[in-house]
């Protein structure tokens, strides 16, 4: 999946001492990564796994939104 068309959310951790990226469109779904670079590479891997997951149990699998607004 190299065209990832859910909104990422990406920040850096001190806590974590790494880039965190969560996708608020999937529940549960984020990654990590020492590099901002490597955080892509790895949420990317676990938006692929998520979809499978969630398709293997029958789960709906929203559509990408696009941008979210916040109040």
Avoid: H, Q
């Avoid at 990832?4 to 608020?24: N, Q, R, T």
């Avoid at 469109?25 to 891997?45: H, P, Q, W």
């Avoid at 676990?46 to 293997?56: F, G, L």
């Avoid at 789960?59 to 990408?64: G, L, N, S």
Wanted: proline content about 4%; glycine content about 6%; charged content about 30%.
């Amino acid at each position: 999946m190299n065209n990832i068309k859910y909104e990422l959310i990406i920040y850096w951790s001190e806590a974590d001492d790494a880039f965190i990226v969560e996708v608020p469109e999937l529940a549960g779904c984020k990654a990590d990564g020492s590099t901002y670079e490597e955080a892509i590479a790895n949420v990317r891997m676990v938006i692929n796994d998520w979809i499978e997951t969630a398709t293997k149990l029958g789960r709906e699998i929203p559509k990408p939104k696009g941008k979210l607004m916040f109040a």
